[in-house]
C-alpha cells in the first residue's frame, strides 16, 4: 500500500505532463515554490561579514549620548566603539551608514509573558484554561520575533501562566536558531501560595492554575528545585495576591517561607523574583533578599526606603495597570484617572523619592508583544522620568540588576546586540518606536 502510495504521484506527474495545460500548470508550481524559497531567504536572519563598522548619527552607550561616535562589531561582539577618526575599519571590514539614525544597546525588557496576549482579546482565564499547549507556543514564536524586531534584544520572562515548561523550550528554539527572538531568561512556572492564584471556578472544581502551588518547607525547597532543574534562569515568586475579603490583595507566603525561597534558589545561583503590590508583601520579599519586586502599586514611603537600603529594585510595569484600566472601559486623557492608576502614581513619586533602583518592564503580554516601548513612554510621558533615565533603565540598568554583564552597554567585548532608530531617543523617547535596525550576537535581524 505504501509503496504503491510513492508511485502514485510520479506515474500523476508523467500524464500532466503530456497535455500542454498540464504542463503549464506544473511551471507555475516550479516557478511558485522557487519565488517563495527565494522570499524565505530574504526575511531571514543576514550573517554579518566578520567586521562591520556601524556609522550612524550618534551613539548612545547605555550611559550617554555621543554624536559622531560609531562601532565596530566582529563577528558576535563590539570590538570598538568612539569618534570616527579613532576607530579603523580592518581589511575585508565593510562600513554600514546609519545617517540620521542613533545606535543603542539592544533593548532589555524586564517583564514579558511571552506565553500570553492581551487581555482585551482573551482573558486570562480562558487563556489558562481554554488554550492548547500548541497554540499558546505557535502565538509566542511569533510574540519572540515581534519583541526581537523591535530592538528588545534580551527578555526577562517572569512566568508561563499555566504553560509549564514551554518557555525553557521557547528559549532553547530560540538560541538554537530555529526561530527568530531575543535571549530569554525564563522563570519558568512561577510559585504561588495553595489557594492564592487562578483560575477559580466553581469550589467543588479542582482546575489547572496559573502557576504552580508550594507551601511549607518541603514543598517549597521541592518546588524551586524542580523548576531549577528543568531550566528556570530565576525563580518568580507570587509574595502576595487579590485572594482577600472582597478580592482585595493579601500576602501569600509567609516570611520563613519567602526566605526559604530565595535561600534555596540563591544556592543554586538563581536570583528570586517577587509579585508583590501590598506593603506587607513587599516588606517580606524585601526582607526575604528578593532581587526585584514587580509592581509595586501600593508600596508607601516607608516600604521604598527598606527596599532601597537592601538594593532591591522596583518593576513598576505602569504600562499593565494602564492597558488593564482600558480594557475595564477607561478613556484615558478624557476621563478622570481611576483609583488604581492614581495610587500607582503616589507610589512611583514615593519610589523616586527614596532612590530605589527602577527597572525598565512593562509586563507585556498584558498588551501586545512587540509595543514593549509603551512602558519607557508612559515612565516619560505620565511618571515624568527623564528621555535619558528611561534609556539607561532599559540598557545599562536592567543588564546590571540582572546580573548579565556581557551585554546593556556599547563598550569593546560586550555582546553585539545593537539596535538602530531615527532620531535622537535622548530628546523624544517616542524614537524607540522608530527601530530601523536591529543586530543580535552580529546577526542583522533587521536594516535600513
Ligand atoms: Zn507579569
Known sequence: MQKNCLRWPAER?????????????LWLAIVAASVLEGHAQSIGPVPTVSATLLRPAAVFDGQNLHPGWVVLVENDKITAVGPVAEVALPPGGRPLDLPGLTLLPGLIEGHSHLLLHPYNETSWNDQVLLESQALRVARATVHAQRTLLAGFTTARDLGSEGAGYADVGLKQAIDKGIIPGPRLL?????????????PKLATDLDVPQGAQEADGVGGIVRA???????????IKVYADYRWGPNGTAQPTFSQDELTLIVQTARSAGRGVVAHASTPEGMRRATLAGVETIE???????????????????????????????QYKGWKKGKE??????????????????????LAMGGDVGVFAHGDNAREME???????????????????????????????????GLLADLV?????????????RNVQLVMKGGVLYRQP
Open 224 to 234: 524551586v528545585r524542580e523548576q531549577i532543574g528543568k531550566g528556570a534562569d530565576l
Open 295 to 325: 509592581h509595586g502599586d501600593e508600596g508607601t514611603p516607608e516600604i521604598f526606603r527598606l527596599m532601597k537600603q537592601r538594593g532591591v529594585a522596583l518593576c513598576p510595569t505602569v504600562a499593565a495597570g494602564d492597558a488593564t484600566s
Open 378 to 412: 508612559q515612565l516619560v510621558l505620565d511618571y515624568g522620568l527623564t528621555p535619558l533615565q528611561v534609556l539607561r533603565q532599559a540598557t545599562s540598568g536592567n543588564a546590571r540588576i540582572f546580573h548579565l554583564a556581557d551585554r546593556g552597554s556599547i563598550r569593546p
Open 420 to 432: 538602530a532608530v531615527a532620531g535622537d531617543p535622548t530628546q523624544d523617547v517616542r524614537a524607540v
Open 13 to 25: 506527474l508523467r500524464g500532466w505532463w503530456s497535455v500542454p495545460a498540464g504542463r503549464a500548470l
Open 186 to 198: 525564563v522563570a519558568t512556572r512561577a510559585l504561588v501560595a495553595t489557594g492564592s492564584y487562578g
Open 336 to 357: 478622570p484617572q481611576p483609583p488604581r492608576i492614581q495610587q500607582k502614581h503616589l507610589s512611583m513619586q514615593a519610589a523616586l523619592k527614596a532612590g530605589v533602583a
